[in-house]
């Protein structure tokens, strides 16, 4: 056995520097979960694996995950219906003492991309999506893409609370997806969601 991890040095670190910043953390007990697309928007999609509906499903087992962690959780949708942009970032203000977690799969052309990653655009939601982003990564050992600042919509636009988009492996590399059609993998997902969630919760 190795007695040096990479990738729980990783982790040690990426939550090193979230601990510098916990007095950045806000309190909140709602999490607004936004399953990424929907209906006619199928988001990445390779033959009839579709974006949409693997974002639904993790979206709810992190529901329950959280539900049963005592959170309020508000879904900006919970069937494959379209919801467009402006009224999740709408639903991401509506609540005080939230948070906003956008959940997405991967997609690129030629299907080499691998692994999970973290987005904010808000410097608040930065602490959010370091903690998603390790324990995501410890859950799932997927390959660590970061945590990294991106101009999205939904979490540009959700200014009243912490808001972050994570993406969930890419449904285009044909190892991850093989993956993500299990429901096994995809509660791994979640977990690794729900408990970055708990454990920014806690570090307030
Ligand atoms: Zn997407």
Request: aromatic fraction near 16%; proline fraction near 3%; avoid cysteine.
């Given at each position: 056995m190795n007695v040096f991890s990479?990738?729980?040095f990783l982790l040690k670190l990426i939550l090193g520097a979230a601990f510098l910043l916990a007095p950045l953390v806000q309190a909140f007990d709602t999490v607004i979960l936004d399953p990424g697309h929907g209906?006619?928007?199928r988001g990445a999609a390779?033959?009839?694996?579709?974006?949409?509906?693997?974002?639904l499903d993790t979206a709810r087992r992190v529901e329950q995950l959280l539900r049963k962690a005592g959170l309020k959780v508000i879904m900006t949708r919970s069937r494959d219906v379209f919801i467009p942009l402006q009224d999740r970032s709408a639903a991401g203000n509506r609540y005080g003492n939230a948070i906003f977690v956008s959940?997405?799969?991967?997609?690129?052309?030629g299907?080499?991309?691998?692994?999970?990653?973290?987005?904010?655009?808000?410097s608040k939601g930065?602490?959010?999506?370091?903690?998603?982003q390790a324990y995501l990564v410890q859950r799932t050992h997927m390959s660590n893409r970061g945590v990294k600042h991106a101009s999205f919509h939904v979490i540009r636009k959700t200014e009243r609370n912490p808001a972050v988009l994570v993406e969930c492996g890419f449904v285009?590399?044909?190892?991850?997806?093989?993956?993500?059609?299990?429901?096994?993998?995809?509660?791994?997902i979640a977990?690794?969601?729900?408990?970055?969630i708990v454990a920014y919760r806690k570090a307030k």
């Open positions: 990479p990738r729980s209906d006619f928007d390779i033959g009839y694996v579709y974006e949409k509906h693997l974002a959940i997405h799969y991967n997609y690129n052309r299907g080499s991309g691998s692994g999970v990653e973290t987005f904010y655009h808000h930065y602490t959010l999506a370091a903690y998603i285009s590399n044909p190892t991850e997806r093989a993956r993500m059609m299990t429901g096994e993998f995809r509660s791994k977990e690794g969601i729900a408990q970055g």
